[in-house]
């Protein structure tokens, strides 16, 4: 690490307007998010054109992946947040061993899973929702998707690690390119090779594979935190800092995928066509969730760096600033997506009128609590910077969990499909509730911090 420039990204970080700090930190965020969104709908789009079952294949290995992201982003985010107050207060021998301890870690968990999944993967699949017409192609897909979890799960530690020291340009570019490339081999190897959904997940072990290669490479360069094995040093206190920074988003992304299961499980008494519906829905809502949540790791190093520095006011300031924006962002996306939710659903599999007709409806209500989402979103990830874990992890499990699931099989009792189609919207209104009392409490703490 250049000692030099860390000391300039310091007073860069600590000095400049938070405003334009948290723009600068969030608009590599949001291109890296959007890129990394649009390769997973790519994979549906184009596994859209061979069939129902290929695409309802994808909804079912979802959860998978939803698990992998949530056991990545507890190391990425734990970590990383503890990487960037180390940095705040000009601690960076803590922070390398830290960049170490998170990297390592995830790539001993990933190496771990990979036999017990390829031993019991069809019962795997079948508990993830997969009926007896879908489990072939979720096989075909999972496969390849299990040989590629060790260097997802590395790749997603090193890209949040990257962020939350202030490099999210290089953080794009590692996650961008697998991502771009991915959008190459799927057509490449569904149709030219003709291998179908196979050819989507080995896209997608390719590309991921790429990305860790790169992201790798750059870490440590210039002013980042080098990732090297001498560095790695296991040790209860910093694990402590691990649960403490990323068990939100465990919480969050675990709750996501037994969420998912409980969707799929329930979707599928109303068939396959059912199934691929959310499945489509969901990577829709992806695209605008992954601007707001890029747009939101743009003001975690820019918090982080400034609690770590007891600048409180400037932590207030970026806080409210990202209220704003993304309130108003995700406002016009609600109305764009209310407003062609039908056409939106086709691209994907416009041979199947039952799974336009679920899927646009679906769409229409998550779309109607788009502007909720904001608030949420970037209060959860300033609990999580701030070290407030109990309340992040509340908030974290909420929307898709602690109030999602309850929902889920209340409003299928009562209305059936339009209650499956209802969870979500619901359920963000809940947590919209949940989140202003927290996000409004941690901010007094904050200034009460400040008088002390």
């Not at 953080?171 to 050819?199: H, Q, R, W, Y």
């Not at 059936?416 to 969870?423: D, E, N, S, V, Y």
Request: positive net charge; contains cysteine.
């Amino acid at each position: 690490m250049n000692t030099e420039l860390q000391k300039q990204k310091f007073r860069h970080m600590t000095e400049d307007p938070v405003e334009k700090l948290v723009c600068s930190m969030a608009v590599p965020s949001i291109i890296s998010m959007l890129v990394s969104a649009f390769y997973n709908m790519a994979d549906t789009f184009f596994v859209g054109k061979v069939s129902t079952q290929a695409t309802a294949a994808i909804g079912v290995v979802f959860p998978y992946m939803a698990l992998i992201q949530a056991v990545s982003f507890f190391f990425g985010h734990g970590s990383g947040n503890y990487i960037s107050r180390a940095l705040g207060r000009q601690e960076t021998k803590d922070a390398e061993k830290m960049a170490a301890n998170g990297f390592f870690s995830a790539l001993i968990f990933g190496l771990l899973l990979l036999t017990p999944c390829f031993l019991l993967m069809n019962p795997l699949l079948t508990g993830l929702g997969a009926t007896d017409t879908i489990l072939p192609d979720a096989r075909s897909y999972f496969k390849y998707i299990l040989l590629a979890t060790p260097f997802m799960m590395c790749s997603l530690v090193m890209n949040n690690q990257m962020r939350l020291q202030g490099n999210a340009r290089k953080a794009m570019v590692g996650i961008s390119t697998g991502a771009i490339l991915n959008i190459i081999l799927d057509p490449l190897l569904i149709f030219g090779l003709k291998m179908g959904v196979s050819g989507a997940a080995l896209a997608t072990a390719v590309s991921q594979f790429t990305s860790f290669l790169i992201l790798l490479h750059m870490s440590g360069q210039g002013d980042g935190v080098k990732i090297h094995w001498k560095a790695f040093s296991p040790s209860v206190r910093a694990y402590r800092e691990i649960i403490a920074g990323g068990l939100p988003s465990l919480c969050r992304q675990g709750l996501a995928s037994i969420a998912t299961i409980c969707l799929n499980q329930a979707a599928g008494f109303y068939g396959d066509s059912a199934i691929a519906a959310f499945s489509v829905v969901n990577r829709i809502t992806i695209i605008s969730s992954s601007a707001l949540l890029g747009f939101g790791q743009g003001f975690q190093p820019v918090c982080g760096f400034n609690y770590g520095a007891k600048l409180y006011e400037r932590v207030k300031k970026a806080f409210w600033f990202c209220i704003r924006v993304s309130t108003v962002a995700m406002s016009t996306l609600g109305i764009f997506g209310f407003i062609f939710a039908e056409s939106i659903v086709r691209l994907f599999r416009a041979n199947d009128p039952e799974l336009i007709r679920i899927g646009a409806q679906a769409l229409r209500y998550q779309s109607l609590v788009f502007p909720f989402l904001g608030w949420v979103t970037i209060t959860n990830m300033y609990l999580q910077t701030t070290r407030k874990t109990v309340r992040a992890s509340v908030l974290s499990m909420s929307r898709q969990g602690i109030v999602f699931i309850p929902v889920l099989f209340t409003a299928i009792h009562f209305l059936a499909l339009k209650g499956i189609q209802m969870t979500q919207p619901i359920s963000d209104i809940l947590t919209f509730c949940i989140a202003v009392p927290f996000g409004l409490s941690a901010l007094h703490e904050v200034k009460e911090e400040g008088k002390s």
